[in-house]
């Protein structure tokens, strides 16, 4: 229940769509590393609550977030982040989640807030939203991925200068370089858009929205060949999966597909 969470709250804004807010407005949604373990809670109960079919991590109209909680950062040492793998967990969601994730980005996406939404299989965001990995000014570099995940979204030439710099680029940018899919007008419309999606995916068969995620992702880390051979492999398996003759057998016959959800 969402009265369990002190930095997030949880929600079912629409049918099948399962949200989480980033709730901790005093200090711009930054993410502690108590937030996080919420974030990996809430993300974990709606992975394992079989009515959820899409999920959205979003913030405020202000901040998506500002990035990883810099007052708990400033006394760490490297041994204490060496032994206790500081941010490893912050990725759990890129492995534990098999649920499309939207992130729908508002304000300020920065340094690990930045990360956050890469990490997400999809972004959505404002306009105005401020995108940027501004670790390079507090003598540190981007360390939940974004070195790798910002460059396969943009490319070389503009991640390079973008982290060597520390300037932010904007949701308009973030849109025309091909890291958010759309980007919006206002909170609002962003939201609305953001619900409507979630719901189109989560009406769909559960196997193969799985399977969607999974292939699409793994082109980030396989190269083409591997990639679509792999992409086949699991094109057979649909095959034997309930929905697959459900969704056919609906076309040919002209009715509406009503999926097992299996
Ligand atoms: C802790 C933060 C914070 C952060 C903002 N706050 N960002 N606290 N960690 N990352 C706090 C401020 O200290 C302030 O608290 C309150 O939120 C409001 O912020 P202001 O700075 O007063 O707001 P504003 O002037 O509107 O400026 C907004 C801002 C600025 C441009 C986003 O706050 C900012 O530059 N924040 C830091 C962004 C950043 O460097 N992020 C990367 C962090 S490193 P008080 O108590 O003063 O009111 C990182 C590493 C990732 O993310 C690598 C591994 C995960």
């Known amino acids: 229940a969402s009265d369990s969470y002190e930095f997030i709250k949880v929600s079912e804004p629409r049918a099948r769509v399962g949200q989480v807010t980033l ?38 109209a202000r901040a998506f977030a500002a990035g990883a909680d810099i007052k708990e950062m400033a006394p760490l040492t490297f041994s204490r982040a060496y032994l206790d793998s500081f941010i490893e967990n912050w990725s759990e969601l890129t492995t534990s989640v098999k649920k499309p994730i939207i992130a729908a980005v508002s304000g300020h ?8 939404a890469l990490m997400c299989d999809l972004i959505y965001c404002t306009t105005s939203a401020n995108f940027g990995q501004p670790e390079i000014k507090l003598g540190i570099i981007p360390g939940a991925g974004g070195s790798q995940r910002l460059t396969k979204a943009i490319g070389k030439a503009k991640a390079m200068e973008l982290i060597l710099t520390g300037k932010s680029f904007s949701g308009e940018e973030a849109e025309k370089w091909g890291v958010a899919a759309r980007s919006y007008p206002d909170h609002e419309s962003l939201m609305k858009a ?14 193969a929205v799985q399977a969607c995620k999974e292939v699409v992702n793994k082109s980030q880390d396989l190269g083409v060949r591997d990639g679509v051979d792999y992409e086949r492999r699991v094109f057979h398996s649909l095959f034997g999966s309930i929905d697959q003759k459900i969704g056919m057998t609906a076309f040919v016959e002209k009715k509406k597909a009503e999926w097992f959800h299996e």
């Open 109 to 116: 996406a920065l340094g690990g807030g930045c990360e956050l």
């Open 194 to 207: 953001t619900l409507d999606t979630a719901e189109t995916i989560a009406s769909y068969s559960r196997v």
């Open 23 to 60: 709730n901790r407005p005093k200090a711009l949604n930054a993410l502690s590393t108590p937030l996080i373990k919420e974030l990996n809670t809430a993300l974990r109960a709606f992975q394992g609550t079989p009515s959820i079919g899409a999920i959205i991590i979003t913030g405020s």
